[in-house]
């Protein structure tokens, strides 16, 4: 096996796929943590597969996770890929910066990219083949002019750069006279981006009218300017980020903004429609919603997550719109569409899950209560868990879910994939329990002889220095079992999101803080080690 500095190059790709699916370089992820800054983690495995000749293998890799949506956090992408493209190696820093458009596919990605890249090359100056990269993401935007003209007048600055900034930077020359007057727009402003266009084509004149409806709807400040600027939204497929926030407690601009609005946003915006009364004073747009969230077609092709339709529909239940506080009637036929939706965007068992016959013991802590709350989400964990043990029993052929409290397991509870989600968690919370060991559901495997390849253990508590050692014995004593699974593995799911000081490297055990979209992808990914 290569080795570079005695370690074996394989041990580090695995490192690499692990740090890339779960933003650190330890067997934890923390679905809503702040990224770290490049002083807090150690990427030498990176630099150990450069320096051992499989820099180009590294670049492939991080362009496959990318492009596949594996990583959980996008951050570890583009740190992995700011590491390469600043690389002293020639061929991984060509194939690394060759790979910008791919990876860099918005402009949030790109900007992240960009400070990652100079945390990694302090005073050196950008290459030509970086630049090169950045401007042929402009030139051959994905959606092409039109596309570019949406992005650049809805996303005009990340953190403290610009695309102004970054057109500087990459010294972006136009390829094309719709790129040449948008690049002059974001530079020189709507007065200055006309300047050397003598033979505007018709795509060109689209894109004109599109930015200058934005400015437009930017100029829009008073009361009378209301029913102009309801025109340029219906005109333009103008979005919310291209109206000033005075406008956006309106019911007539929020109708007008529904009515061509993406699903994500759809989603996102729920509350925000219902507590600005629009779904009282437009019948219409109730059915517009509903419509759009039975529309498996458009869900699929918008990858919208089962957890984040979850999460949308307890919000609306609650009537609470958490950003100001404000209270709403939710609206029955909405909430049933959401429900639906959820059942919908649950995809069907993997062929890799199926191949492996990967079989799985599903521990529900019964001291989860239910005042716990997600961190960030907005949803209580008992409906975190509902929503995410229902997703992953897709998956798989053979699983079991086991309730666990102070006392012994006795038997598995019935779960179906085909069950409700109230019903599920009517199931899985029966009363309340004052304590709970994490080891039961292990040892009700031990004693019932059960063959698992993954523990996943749900729960609330605090995860301590204690219980790591009492979870890694109980681990110990089911693989010593002749009957026991092949390679066996546990995953510790703290819904409530308690950050531990403990840290883990061991490549069977993942600890997981919090819940998000990513939860079950993570998982899934770990269950078969990373590949």
Same mark, same amino acid.
């Given at each position: 096996?290569?080795?570079?500095?005695?370690?074996?190059?394989?041990?580090?790709?695995?490192?690499?796929?692990?740090?890339? #699916?779960?933003?650190?370089?330890?067997?934890?992820?923390?679905?809503?943590?702040?990224?770290?800054?490049?002083?807090?983690?150690?990427?030498?495995? !990176?630099?150990?597969?450069?320096?051992?000749?499989?820099?180009?293998?590294?670049?492939?890799?991080?362009?496959?996770?990318?492009?596949?949506?594996?990583?959980?956090?996008?951050?570890? #992408?583009?740190?992995?890929?700011?590491?390469?493209?600043?690389?002293?190696? +020639?061929?991984?820093?060509?194939?690394?910066?060759?790979?910008?458009?791919?990876?860099?596919?918005?402009?949030?990605?790109?900007?992240?990219?960009?400070?990652?890249?100079?945390?990694?090359?302090?005073?050196?100056?950008?290459?030509?083949?970086?630049?090169?990269?950045?401007? @042929?993401?402009?030139?051959?935007?994905?959606?092409?002019?039109?596309?570019?003209?949406?992005?650049?007048?809805?996303?005009?600055?990340?953190?403290?750069?610009?695309?102004?900034?970054? !057109?500087?930077?990459?010294?972006?020359?136009?390829?094309?006279?719709?790129?040449?007057?948008?690049?002059?727009?974001? !530079?020189?402003?709507?007065?200055?981006?006309?300047?050397?266009?003598?033979?505007?084509?018709?795509?060109?004149?689209?894109?004109?009218?599109?930015?200058?409806?934005?400015?437009?709807?930017?100029?829009?400040?008073?009361?009378?300017?209301?029913?102009?600027?309801?025109?340029?939204?219906?005109?333009?497929?103008?979005?919310?980020?291209?109206?000033?926030?005075?406008?956006? @407690?309106?019911?007539?601009?929020?109708?007008?903004?529904?009515?061509?609005?993406?699903?994500?946003?759809?989603?996102? @915006?729920?509350?925000?429609?219902?507590?600005?009364?629009?779904?009282?004073?437009?019948?219409?747009?109730?059915?517009?919603?509903?419509?759009?969230?039975?529309?498996l077609g458009l869900l699929n092709e918008a990858r919208v997550h089962p957890f984040e339709i979850l999460t949308a529909y307890f919000q609306h239940k609650s009537g609470e719109r958490t950003a100001?506080?404000?209270?709403?009637?939710?609206?029955?036929?909405?909430?049933?569409?959401?429900?639906?939706?959820?059942?919908?965007?649950?995809?069907?068992?993997?062929?890799?899950?199926?191949?492996?016959?990967?079989?799985?013991?599903?521990?529900?802590?019964?001291?989860?209560?239910?005042?716990?709350?997600?961190?960030?989400?907005?949803?209580?964990?008992?409906?975190?868990?509902?929503?995410?043990?229902?997703?992953?029993?897709?998956?798989?052929?053979?699983?079991?879910?086991?309730?666990?409290?102070?006392?012994?397991?006795?038997?598995?509870?019935?779960?179906?994939?085909?069950?409700?989600?109230?019903?599920?968690?009517?199931? +899985?919370?029966?009363?309340?329990?004052?304590?709970?060991?994490?080891?039961?559901?292990?040892?009700?495997? !031990?004693?019932?002889?059960?063959?698992?390849?993954?523990?996943?253990?749900?729960?609330?508590?605090?995860?301590?220095?204690?219980?790591?050692?009492?979870?890694?014995?109980?681990?110990?004593?089911?693989?010593?079992?002749?009957?026991?699974?092949?390679?066996?593995?546990?995953?510790?799911?703290?819904?409530?999101?308690?950050?531990?000081? #403990?840290?883990?490297?061991?490549?069977?055990?993942?600890?997981?803080?919090?819940?998000?979209?990513?939860?079950?992808?993570?998982?899934?990914?770990?269950?078969?080690?990373?590949?």
């Open positions: 096996m290569e080795q570079c500095s005695g370690i074996p190059l394989e041990s580090d790709f695995r490192k690499l796929k692990q740090f890339l #699916i779960l933003g650190g370089p330890n067997s934890v992820y923390h679905p809503h943590s702040v990224s770290h800054s490049s002083t807090k983690i150690d990427l030498s495995f !990176i630099h150990r597969l450069i320096a051992g000749g499989r820099g180009k293998d590294v670049v492939r890799v991080i362009k496959q996770y990318s492009l596949e949506g594996r990583a959980a956090k996008q951050n570890a #992408i583009l740190r992995a890929l700011a590491v390469c493209s600043t690389s002293s190696d +020639l061929v991984t820093k060509r194939e690394a910066n060759r790979i910008i458009p791919d990876v860099c596919r918005i402009f949030d990605h790109l900007i992240k990219f960009i400070k990652f890249s100079q945390e990694d090359a302090v005073g050196k100056k950008w290459g030509r083949a970086r630049r090169k990269a950045i401007s @042929n993401l402009y030139n051959n935007y994905p959606g092409g002019p039109m596309k570019l003209a949406y992005h650049v007048t809805k996303y005009r600055k990340r953190g403290n750069m610009s695309h102004k900034d970054v !057109i500087r930077l990459a010294h972006v020359k136009p390829f094309n006279q719709e790129v040449q007057y948008i690049l002059g727009y974001i !530079i020189r402003g709507l007065n200055g981006a006309n300047l050397n266009i003598h033979h505007p084509s018709p795509e060109l004149e689209s894109v004109k009218n599109y930015i200058q409806g934005v400015e437009e709807a930017r100029r829009c400040r008073t009361r009378g300017d209301e029913a102009h600027l309801i025109h340029l939204i219906e005109t333009h497929q103008l979005c919310h980020e291209h109206v000033r926030k005075e406008f956006l @407690n309106k019911p007539e601009i929020w109708h007008a903004l529904l009515q061509h609005m993406p699903i994500h946003a759809v989603i996102r @915006n729920l509350n925000s429609l219902a507590s600005n009364e629009v779904f009282n004073l437009y019948d219409g747009d109730v059915n517009i919603v509903a419509q759009k969230l039975n529309d100001r506080g404000n209270v709403f009637t939710p609206s029955e036929t909405i909430l049933c569409a959401l429900e639906e939706a959820f059942y919908k965007s649950l995809k069907p068992r993997t062929d890799i899950f199926e191949a492996r016959s990967v079989r799985m013991a599903f521990g529900i802590d019964l001291t989860i209560s239910p005042s716990d709350c997600v961190v960030s989400a907005k949803i209580t964990s008992r409906q975190a868990v509902t929503g995410i043990l229902l997703e992953l029993i897709r998956y798989v052929n053979t699983y079991h879910v086991l309730p666990f409290g102070a006392s012994d397991i006795c038997s598995p509870l019935p779960i179906s994939p085909d069950d409700r989600l109230q019903n599920v968690e009517n199931s +899985l919370f029966v009363g309340g329990v004052e304590s709970s060991n994490l080891t039961k559901p292990i040892d009700f495997a !031990i004693r019932n002889q059960l063959e698992v390849n993954v523990f996943v253990l749900f729960t609330s508590k605090t995860y301590t220095e204690q219980e790591h050692y009492q979870l890694k014995d109980a681990m110990d004593r089911y693989r010593s079992q002749p009957w026991a699974g092949r390679e066996p593995r546990l995953v510790v799911v703290d819904v409530v999101g308690n950050q531990s000081p #403990i840290s883990s490297y061991e490549e069977d055990f993942l600890r997981i803080e919090g819940a998000d979209s990513q939860v079950v992808n993570v998982i899934k990914q770990f269950a078969v080690g990373w590949d």
